[in-house]
């Protein structure tokens, strides 16, 4: 099975797609994540994998806003822990860093090991990729912020390791298909719906699963493009479309909606301390 | 009066200050959006004004972020209609362009522009700074994208105007103080508050605007950090602390929540077609 990513090879991304499917699978490298979401759309892979949201900066937005114009369905989730390095040119030592490259995330992740070491920070566009650039300058007072996995990859030289601010760092992934998959077991569910913009209209919305006991575990608003202050809302919950309270719900939310459509049922995927 | 801006001059964030505050300010540079938090907070400025939204990209999260760390009230909002310039050096033409560099925001607002033209697009950390970078490159293959006021103030080539994709592109700013401020006429009111994590919670949380029709205008959750999946939510509704139904569903929503903190009562600013 052929799976897509965005990145360069060692990129976060690649590592979540053989932790989640294990590494009898080909990764399929992308350069951007609507090139992601084409891809699978044309069948040239089975599967993809994105992250949606990370457990210090928020959600990706731009993803949210590929999986609405994409015809595709989510069919998993699985949660990274993200785990940063400082990652020199071969010979390179700390005290010799000056500049720091790497994504804005990374980065921001890293924002008081950066400053400690009293470095520059300036943005990439991925973080594997940014071990790339470094290597083209060949400059022993540059550095990136990558994963091992890259380091080790690019064969280059490990500074530190841990380096993000907070331990609690994950990131959430979810892989896409062209196909729905009707997940056996404890499930979760991603829908996304439009509202009238009229007092009450998300208390009326989320009615319908608060009445059903459905436990929500993620709301995000998007803007609507064109309808300045209007919103699109992403809502993930517990269980599958499989379950008659589930389907019911959706039903009682279309006589709100102005627009719903689900995304995707699929297997949740706890995390060790048995949150998520 | 001194009003603080992230950014170089000729920043989007500059051409508010001095379209909402008038041209007698004094408009102070701040390299960081933190830098214009604590220069508020230690009275170095009197007010700060700060990104929070865009029609098109959505939430500047980094300052939702801010505004919990710091202690300061929100006392203003200004829309900004953005009308981004591709900007080339002296004397530079459209056809000589093959790399263009800007704020990632700017970059994936004019993505079919970019697109057409055939170039290449690198982020920078911001759209007046990106001015400088290609000033200091000299290289008549490199423009950036930024406002007009930005071209005219480096006295560079504007090679095209209006290239964002989208021309329902507007920005929101907030003011910030270290003194709250009690408007009168249209207001609204911005929160931020935690709930437990319980199926419902939301729903009981939202209720006390809903019951008193009390129409919100903007919700955005936020992970709270160190918690994995777990969230802040900050709320925007039609109001002021002033109103007595307002008051009354403040009281309401701190008897559901963990923590509550009102970020401030502000004069509401309607765009033209009569939203926001």
């Known amino acids: 099975m052929k799976v ?48 949606i949201e990370n457990s210090l900066a928020g959600s990706v937005h731009r993803n949210y806003d590929l999986l609405l114009k994409h015809q595709l369905s989510i069919t998993g989730e699985y949660h990274l822990r993200v785990r940063h390095c400082l990652v020199g040119i071969p010979g390179a030592t700390i005290p010799e860093i000056k500049q720091i490259i790497s994504h804005p995330q990374a980065l921001a992740q890293c924002e008081g090991f950066v400053h400690q070491l009293g470095a520059t920070a300036s943005p990439a566009y991925d973080t594997a990729g940014s071990l790339k650039i470094i290597l083209e300058k060949a400059d022993r007072s540059f550095a990136a912020i990558a994963s091992r996995q890259a380091a080790e990859l690019y064969q280059m030289e490990i500074l530190a390791e841990g380096i993000e601010d907070d331990p609690a760092n994950f990131t959430r992934f979810l892989t896409i298909s062209t196909q729905p998959e009707i997940p056996t077991g404890i499930a979760k569910t991603s829908i996304v719906f439009t509202l009238k913009n009229i007092p009450g209209a998300l208390y009326k919305a989320l009615s319908v699963f608060a009445l059903r006991d459905i436990d929500l575990t993620k709301i995000e608003s998007r803007p609507l493009i064109g309808k300045p202050w209007e919103y699109l809302f992403y809502i993930d919950f517990a269980g599958s479309v499989a379950e008659k309270s589930v389907s019911r719900a959706l039903e009682n939310l279309s006589e709100y909606a102005l627009t719903l459509r689900l995304l995707g049922s699929y297997p949740r995927h706890l995390l060790q301390n048995g949150s998520a």
Chains 1, 2 share one sequence.
Request: glycine share 10%.
């Open 4 to 51: 897509a990513f965005q990145g360069e090879r060692g990129a976060y991304s690649e590592n979540a797609i053989l932790a989640y499917y294990g590494r009898q699978v080909t990764t399929v490298p992308c350069e951007t994540f609507e090139l992601v979401f084409t891809t699978v759309q044309e069948g040239v892979c089975e599967r993809g994998l994105v992250p």
